[in-house]
């Protein structure tokens, strides 16, 4: 027998027994085995960010959230001396929190983002981006699929914009990073839910940039924004290191990540699976809202009619009461899916996919959320791993007559299936 361990909740671990016979594919991104170095941002940020800082005033430095595993606070660290160097005061330099509609970053979180000495010197300099709030915005005009643009009024404050983040495989925006530190991230939420409606064409899908609207839309978003940008960007490996970083402006750092990102997250398999278990990793185990991601990124391996199980513990919640309601509300995937494009909420999109999957593949989930909620966003709850992995296995010898083909995914918002081969999805 082989043993799979498996990350649950923030330090914590499941194992799973499974037979050696069955072959199971276990699948991680790739591990780059470089440790935080300071060659690396001494590489990325050069002489390009001191030049960019000369004669600046006001600096604003944006980054993301706790949901996030962008090393912010190892390029807080390495930003620093160039804003010193430069002459930048700390009542010059404002650090805002790119939430996008997610919930306002906790004071608790300032050192877990920025480490203790920094976060407490800059303590009265860190703001958290509200959506909802239309005072801190302001209003740019509208996008030529009609986004209206609002975004958070610091950034029109500042001279130098310096920005951070990481690029990772979306499952609509195509990646993360880059112009996802400004659209969503500092985005008012009348932005961002036109912009995710977006979401449900089928262009909108991981790795895709090229005729993705939501991407293209983002772009566009970006343009009414004239201050100077810097931009820090990086790629992590399966233990969240930095694999890559590439510094200069927001759009050629975010496309000098995309190769390595692909090559770093892209895993290849021959033929869909009968059988997936897919991992939501810390921090995107937070809540349903972030860790469906990884349920996502796991169908896109599974056959039509297989079998496929989300592990999260979504340590605060579902995270999103919009797409919860829908789905709960609805009788059948079908009839949410017209409620959908009948009436489309920012939320929905995640609605959206969870109710195209339904449809076609088995969901079941592994969380600490209760058995009644997770049914009625029609998913199956599973409270013992062991025993549901044994059954569905011996389910499917009993009807097919051979083992099933498994996939385990343990980084699962991560890790994306590439299909190699034209098979039935």
Known sequence: MDSIVLSYRSGEHLVLTVPKALGVSVRDPKEGGLTVREHLFEEALGDGLADFLRSAGRVLIIINDSTRPTPTKEMMSALMPYLEEAGIEDENLTILIATGAHRPA?????????????????????????????????????????????????????????????????????????????????????????????????????????????????????????????????????????????????TASFLECIPVAEETFGTPIASPMDIVITVANHPMDINLYQAQKALDNGALAVRDGGSLLLVASCREGVGGAAFADLLASSESPDRALASIHEHYKLGYHKAAKIALEAKRIDLYAYTDLDDDLVTSLFLKPVKDLQEWFDRVVEEFRTTHRRDPRVLVLRDGGMCVPILSSSGNH
């Open 106 to 250: 906790l004071e608790s979180e300032f050192e877990q983002l920025l480490g203790k000495g920094l976060a407490q010197r800059l303590n009265n300099r860190i703001v958290s981006h509200v959506a909802t709030d239309r005072s801190r915005l302001t209003f740019l005009g509208t996008t030529s699929r009609g986004t209206p643009v609002l975004l958070n009024s610091l950034i029109f404050e500042a001279d130098r914009v310096i920005v951070t983040g990481s690029v990772e495989p979306h499952y609509f925006a195509g990646y993360t990073g880059g112009r996802k530190a400004i659209m969503p991230g500092i985005a008012g939420y009348e932005t961002i839910e036109a912009n995710h409606r977006l979401a449900l064409e089928s262009a909108a899908r991981t790795l895709a940039l090229e005729g993705n609207p939501v991407h293209e839309d983002f772009l566009e978003v970006v343009e009414f924004v004239k201050q100077p940008v810097f931009s820090l960007m990086s790629v992590l490996d399966k233990d969240h290191r930095p694999i890559h970083l590439a510094g200069g402006s927001l």
